[in-house]
């Protein structure tokens, strides 16, 4: 039988030098998760900015390029599983810290639903056209996702970023071929004016368009900062975690760019606006119509990417909180790891748990396809806020430690918090300008339940902050070879 135990500093924690590049590399990518945001995150947009879709891309590409640098210069000073949370704590105060690592852990406890939920209504949809089978059974196949990848979770990290990797290679080959297929299809028809706000609907004419748009272009980049949370596993990962994160924002970003161009020529950018996640009017629809066969391959790779970036989510969330348990920021319970695979026991049955209730409580409630739409809004409210803290971060420590360098710590997170300031605030429904339009009910409702959350969160910072401040203190502790007299001291 399996033991278990809290990670302290005299006991067992998570295995180091477990993993390398390719490893971590695919961890981002997966939490990124091209496969599913491909065929359906991006999508979600194109009823907002319609043919103009692949702009909305680019606008997240370079916010998320931006932030991704941030990420990369803090994670070569902090490598920690704590990454964002401890980032902002060593940056700006360790309040926030714990406030991102509240944020964070909660972001990767949501992922896995949100894709989770794909995989139900995209099986469903799938079986109820080829073998007849209702399409209202999508719940067996979300539940089968989270117990699979609960189960690589448990076998410790070296099985789960093996299956990242392998399932994040083949995602990543469906969709370039298939984009290249679209392109030559296309013809005469391919036009860079997909690249412009002309073929906006009418109701969100324009640049508004475009910007409530990259509310879900944004949510296709969700996880390129996974590398960071493995920092304390991975070899050498003062360079290894930096190169992950830049890599995986690049290349992903481009692919998004790409396949988004070529979907959006072959389908026709003045009718984009109806294009949709499932059905003939999708990424499989439209393979299976001008392609045949070749809508099998596009099924496989979201189911496939669906799976993957659950995996990640999963590595995410419960890393953030092993690490935030470890320092008892979260309850202690929260660190405790199997002593032979050396995964974080408690967060990870927790991260299931929570998948489970919120895929199925939110999927009963609405139905899938809409609940993947709120989990998403609510994925880029916590998102962004979490990005727009550690582009602050990485101005304010590198201040702090006086090696400041005006474009790497000044320019670049500076321009990183312009650039997601319009996806942010039209995903909270804060209508400051006039070309934000905020989300329509109920995906709009998802803005009170985060903010609610975030209270609570809120609460539990002021109870520890007044009767245990040391443990909020803790948030910015780096656990790798960092001297003692570098770790953050409580002040009264």
Known sequence: MATFQAATETTVGLRRDAIGLREVLFQSITDMAPGAAIAASIPAGAAFAGGSLTLSVVFALIACLLCAWCVGELARELPSAGSL???????????????????????????????????????????????????????????????????????????????????????????????????????????????????????????????????????????????????????????????????????????YVFTTYAVTVVFGPHRFSSFLTSGPSSWEGVARSLFGFFWFFVFLAIVNSTIANSNAGVNVASRTAYAMGRVRAFPSVFATVSQRHRSPLVALATTIAATLGVSLGLGFGYGPTVAFSMVGAGLVILLVSVYLVTDAACIAYFLRIRRFRLIAHGVIPVLGILAFIPAWLTATGIHVFSFISPLTPPISYMAYGIGGFMALGVVYLVFLWTRERQRVVDVGIVHLDLAADEQPQASS
């Open 85 to 255: 949370a401890t980032y902002a704590a060593r940056g700006i105060h360790s309040s926030l810290g714990f406030l991102v690592a509240w944020a964070y852990a909660t972001v990767g406890a949501l992922i896995p639903p949100l894709v989770l939920l794909q995989l139900g209504f995209t099986v469903a949809a799938t079986l109820h056209s080829e073998l007849g089978v209702t399409a209202s059974l999508w719940w067996p196949w979300t539940i089968l996702g989270a117990l699979l990848v609960g189960a690589a979770g448990y076998f410790g990290i070296q099985v789960s970023a093996r299956m990242g990797t392998i399932l994040g290679v083949f995602e990543i080959l469906v969709f370039v071929v298939l984009g290249v297929l679209f392109v030559i299809h296309a013809g005469s028809a391919n036009t860079g004016q997909v690249f412009t706000t002309q073929y906006t609907p009418k109701s969100y004419a324009g640049i508004t368009g475009v910007i409530a748009g990259s509310v879900y272009t944004v949510l296709a980049f969700g996880g390129f900062e996974g590398a960071a949370p493995l920092a304390e596993e991975a070899r050498d990962p003062r360079r290894t975690v930096r190169r992950a994160v830049l890599l995986a924002t690049l290349s992903i970003g481009l692919l």
